[in-house]
């Protein structure tokens, strides 16, 4: 109970962010359906082509979906935030790939070599050999980025996809009993600034120093408030996280992330930041309600294939089964 005060006062600390909420509301509202169309004529197709058992791909459409809707919406808000144009097919095809490539990495529970190795090839932009049917749907969706992106990314996109691939199999280490506290922040803050780095790349085609750090800085509190949601899932699944172990809470991730609002407006202005902040605030909402009102998220999680809306507040589930999964049922 006094953890739960303890929120809702780091909540109501933070509403000052919630002042942008009704523009990022109406943006929202304008780009959703874009997206949702966007994925059925980009994505869903790939989808098809991909996966011949008509179950594994009913499961993946579902999940790439939504999580296309979700990491599309944000990579449009900071296309706002930046004042740069964004590409509804790259941001759908980033959306996939993002959540499809986190499946075939945490998804196996063990170390494949074989599997990383050709994961990495991939990112690495060398020959890329696939190994099953998900990793063929993985690299066409990759490679549709490559031909529809209208810019060039930058060095530091590619840099960041071998270190987002780096970071992503040491998170296996998360599995183990008495994983340190360092390594835990040294993925946390890894995976985080790492993908953020990436997505927001591919909306605008270089980052000035000082942004740059802001944006990995983001992507850290943004991994932290995922694995927030997420802890009970995480604990069910023996990964450790720091919030799972308790060396990082909702209030703390709540200070990190109100210390980022004068940031936003310094480098972006106040008027840019402002609908962004209130997405953030919306984020965070949304992470909470997840953790302690479990039911909102069920509810919306059946009809969320026929809203975008709906979609996008959905969690959404694993593109992949997880190790054991279907052994185990």
């Known amino acids: ?64 979906r939504v999580m296309s809707v979700k990491f599309g919406l944000a ?12 590409q509804p097919d790259v941001a759908v095809l980033a959306g996939a790939v993002t959540r499809l490539y986190d499946d075939l990495i945490d998804g196996a529970g063990v170390a494949d070599p074989a599997a990383d190795d050709r994961l990495g090839e991939l990112l690495g932009n060398r020959a890329f050999v696939p190994g099953t049917p998900a990793e063929l749907l993985l690299g066409r969706l990759v490679y549709g980025i490559e ?28 599995r183990e009993a008495g ?21 927001c790349g591919l909306v605008k085609p270089r980052l000035e ?22 802890v009970e899932f995480d604990r069910g699944n023996g990964v450790t996280t720091l ?37 953030l605030y919306f984020l965070l909402l949304q992470a909470w309600v997840s953790r302690r009102l479990p039911v909102l998220g069920r509810l919306a999680r059946r009809p969320a294939h026929r809203s975008a809306v709906l979609a996008f507040l959905s969690r959404g589930e694993d593109a992949l089964p997880a190790a054991g999964a279907e052994t185990a049922s």
């Open 179 to 199: 994983v340190p506290l360092d390594v835990l922040e040294k993925i946390t803050r890894g995976k985080g600034a790492a993908a953020h780095l990436i997505l």
């Open 75 to 86: 990579m449009t808000s900071y296309a706002r935030l930046s004042g740069h144009r964004l």
């Open 243 to 279: 919030v799972s172990c308790g060396a990082l809470t909702l209030p703390g991730i709540t200070r990190r992330l109100r210390a980022t609002r004068p940031r936003l407006a310094a480098v972006h202005g106040s008027r840019a930041a402002r609908p962004y902040c209130g997405m």
């Open 147 to 174: 031909r529809n992106l209208a810019h060039p990314p930058d060095e530091s996109v590619f840099m960041a996809l071998v270190s987002l691939h780096e970071y992503q199999v040491l998170s296996r280490r998360q």
């Open 1 to 64: 109970m006094q953890q739960r005060v303890a929120e809702v006062g780091a909540l109501v600390r933070s509403l000052r962010m919630a002042v942008g909420l009704p523009g990022a509301a109406r943006a929202a509202y304008r780009s959703l359906p874009v997206l949702a169309r966007t994925y059925e004529q980009v994505v869903a197709p790939l989808v098809a082509e991909s996966l011949s058992d008509p179950l594994e791909r009913a499961r993946v459409d579902g999940s790439l």
């Open 209 to 230: 120093p000082d942004e740059r750090e802001l944006v990995m800085d983001l992507g850290e509190i943004l991994q932290s408030l995922d694995d927030y949601m997420d």
